[in-house]
């Protein structure tokens, strides 16, 4: 089984800062990695696949980069509805489909 | 518009028994590839099960394996899961998504509730 491992597991961040979140797999995945974004109540919304093609109508201050085991979602400049909690998922080697345990970005 | 409703959550016992629906629309539901992962109460999120297009491929998690059951039914484009021998750490909102090789598309949750 592949272990997804996200950090920090809190991020602080002040509105209109960047925000660089990371993921790293236990063994290569090569450019099979997802982010997704999760707000309170409700469910995960993809942003990101392929490690850095982003999904229909995700904004442009989201970016991904990485490849192998290292991975990182980048958001330019943060918003204030981006406060949230956000996923990585590898889908190269499964089952299981595996998930980081999520990074939080919260107001500073 | 893709839309996923998730049905059938609720408070069983432990032991008892759960079966979830997943009734999907906006798209060619016997085209896709579908899974359901699960979020335990202020948990991360975890992978469940998944099955083909066409019902030949299903998968589960060792967590769940022997006790729960995906299946789907394309002419009435639902997704089910079959849940018995639920125990405390089955607890969690259970989410049903599409799959694109990545999750697409998630319903909104229903929460399963296993506690005496």
């Known amino acids: 089984e592949i272990v997804m491992t996200q950090s920090p597991a809190t991020l602080s961040v002040s509105p209109g800062e960047r925000a660089t979140l990371s993921c790293r797999a236990s063994?290569?995945?090569?450019?099979?990695l997802a982010w997704y974004q999760q707000k309170p109540g409700q469910a995960p919304r993809l942003l990101i696949y392929?490690?850095?093609t982003r999904a229909t109508g995700i904004p442009a201050r989201f970016s991904g980069s990485g490849s192998g085991t290292e991975f990182t979602l980048t958001i330019s400049s943060l918003q204030s509805e981006d406060f949230a909690v956000y996923y990585c998922?590898?889908?190269?080697?499964?089952?299981?489909?595996?998930f980081g345990q999520g990074t939080k970005v919260e107001i500073k | 518009e893709v839309q996923l409703v998730e049905s059938g959550g609720g408070l069983v016992q432990p032991g008892g028994s759960l079966r979830l629906s997943c009734a999907a629309s906006?798209?060619?539901?016997?085209?896709?590839?579908m899974n359901w992962v699960r979020q335990a109460p202020g948990k991360g999120l975890e992978w469940v099960s998944y099955?083909?297009?066409?019902?030949?491929?299903?998968y589960y998690a060792d967590s769940v394996k022997g006790r729960f059951t995906i299946s789907r039914d394309n002419a009435k484009n639902s997704l089910y899961l079959q849940m018995n021998s639920l125990r405390a750490e089955d607890t969690a909102v259970y989410y049903c998504?599409?799959?694109?090789?990545?999750?697409?598309?998630w319903g909104q949750g229903t929460l399963v509730t296993v506690s005496s």
């Open positions: 998504a599409r799959d694109d090789n990545y999750e697409d598309y």
């Open positions: 906006g798209f060619t539901f016997s085209s896709y590839s």
């Open positions: 099955i083909s297009s066409s019902s030949s491929t299903i």
């Open positions: 063994q290569s995945v090569s450019s099979n």
């Open positions: 392929g490690a850095s």
């Open positions: 998922q590898q889908y190269n080697n499964w089952p299981p489909l595996t």
